[in-house]
């Protein structure tokens, strides 16, 4: 396979640059945002703040507000429409639908320049990781294609989706990209989720030369290694046989037919290479990430940087920590008092609010998450990431999802917790879990824990909020995802979730469950 050596000289080069802005952080900040500001002074967003006379970073926070997705909605919904020059003057070349934590979709536009920023986030992670696990690329790679649960469209003319995940990387490395794929493109064009699962898992199980897989939630790769069991004898005899795309090869079969019939099942033998597996590990993905881990010990899982939608915020580049992607965006972090910092002006211990601006037509964009300070590489903060900025709220206890994610980490398995505003307002506490015997304890341990918030502690104690409640929910994040699986949406960007506070996802989630 020559795709790697290509990918990895792209990756070098990208490194390069991206350590020459790690000297400086702050002036290539400065740099790359006059950059954004010239690229798009002519755009109707930029003729409405004064881009082109615009000279500083801090010139920019005066004329430009921090937005959130609604307030930019105005904008996009003239770009869905088919206007051009509205947010950027390069224009837009797909869409991407998504989420978030939360059920309200979100239209995010891409330009030519806005998915090369991905690629100037993941190349340096790719170089630092090849110097330091060489076997994650000595053979296939597997980067999570989920099914697009759509079909093709358009909006304003501008396609939903992109063709594959290869366009992250840019355009002149698809080639090499495919060149590494055990798990061809085409299978993403597959709309049904049982037939996409199938050709995966069939060609995944016939590529005993995996070495690295790269997925965003933990829970995309569990879900499929849940599912081999019950498609053992069909996927065998799929490799035996031959199928689209794979090779008769009886010899394979019989090995993997040894290790499926294990229980568990023996995934070192099946991929007994693989080096590497890079998913989200932090925040509400934390517990996931530690199954996942158990599922394939014979391989190391690095933690990925924080790669959101709408843009690169953190790239991982072997460290104890991800560091702010300087290449790929403007960032800055809002402190609790909403005083926006420079990445060089973070606090050891601190968390704070993300805010971007890049290519793709995002300006001071608020994005919703939240990072912690857990150190420094040199002029650098190392991040991790804690969880969204979305709060409950039934009688004034304000709750992060980040500090929910601190009380859910002593539940035994899978769980998440969801406000119910009864006579009197309580949270359930939903666990996927059958080791969790003594579920009193379980739900007051949680309670304790939330009792850390004083508006919550004092609400509890004057019998403002009940006590909280477990469920055991059977295919917890399976009936999350199908709940929030809307047309549209891939299935590789389904979050785990840590708050359902949407009545709809609610009800599809505890539906047909005894209390």
Request: charge should be neutral; proline fraction near 6%.
């Amino acid at each position: 396979m020559n795709g790697w050596g290509q990918i990895l000289a792209a990756a070098r080069s990208e490194r390069d640059v991206f350590e020459l802005a790690c000297a400086t952080p702050r002036a290539s900040q400065g740099a790359l945002l006059r950059r954004i500001l010239e690229a798009n002074a002519d755009s109707d967003f930029g003729r409405a703040h004064r881009f082109a006379t615009i000279g500083s970073l801090e010139e920019f926070r005066a004329r430009v507000p921090i937005r959130g997705y609604e307030e930019f909605a105005p904008w996009l919904d003239r770009v869905a429409a088919g206007e051009a020059s509205v947010l950027t003057c390069e224009p837009v070349i797909a869409f991407e639908e998504t989420g978030g934590s939360r059920s309200c979709r979100k239209l995010v536009p891409y330009t030519a320049s806005s998915l090369r920023a991905f690629g100037a986030a993941v190349l340096p992670w790719l170089s630092t990781l090849a110097e330091r696990r060489p076997g994650a690329f000595a053979g296939r790679a597997y980067v999570a294609i989920s099914p697009m649960a759509r079909r093709p469209r358009r909006i304003g003319g501008i396609p939903v989706g992109l063709a594959d995940e290869s366009a992250y990387l840019g355009a002149e490395l698809v080639a090499a990209f495919m060149d590494v794929l055990a798990v061809p493109t085409a299978v993403a064009s597959l709309t049904d989720a049982d037939e996409w699962r199938f050709a995966t898992l069939a060609h995944l199980l016939a590529s005993a030369d995996l070495t690295i897989v790269s997925i965003w939630s933990p829970t995309f790769l569990i879900s499929l290694l849940d599912a081999i069991p019950g498609l053992a004898e069909p996927l065998t005899r799929a490799i035996c046989d031959g199928m689209t795309g794979i090779a008769a090869d009886p010899a394979r079969a019989k090995c993997v037919g040894a290790a499926l019939a294990r229980n568990p099942i023996d995934t070192e033998r099946l991929w007994p290479r693989l080096d590497t597996v890079s998913a989200w590990a932090d925040g509400a993905s934390r517990f996931y990430a530690r199954r996942l881990a158990e599922m394939l010990p014979h391989s190391i899982l690095q933690p990925k940087g924080l790669l959101a939608t709408e843009g690169a915020v953190t790239t991982n580049c072997c460290l104890s920590w991800p560091v702010p992607a300087l290449t790929s965006a403007v960032l800055e972090f809002v402190d609790a008092a909403g005083t926006p910092h420079w990445c060089d002006e973070l606090q050891v211990g601190e968390s704070y609010r993300v805010v971007m601006t890049h290519h793709g037509g995002f300006y001071r964009y608020d994005l919703g998450d939240r990072l912690c300070c857990r150190g420094r590489a040199g002029p650098l903060p190392m991040l991790e990431f804690v969880g969204r900025e979305v709060t409950s709220d039934l009688v004034g206890e304000k709750l992060s999802e980040a500090f929910i994610s601190e009380a859910l980490s002593l539940v035994d398995g899978a769980a998440c917790l969801a406000p119910r505003p009864a006579g009197r307002p309580f949270y359930e506490l939903l666990v996927e879990s059958r080791r969790v015997t003594d579920q009193p304890l379980a739900a007051a341990l949680v309670d304790e824990r939330l009792c850390a918030n004083p508006q919550y502690a004092y609400a509890r104690r004057i019998g403002q909020l009940g006590p909280v409640v477990m469920r055991n929910v059977d295919g917890l994040f399976d009936r999350y995802m199908r709940a929030t699986l809307f047309p549209g949406r891939r299935l590789a960007d389904v979050k785990p979730p840590t708050l359902i506070d949407d009545a709809r996802i609610y009800a599809a989630m505890t539906n047909q469950v005894e209390s």
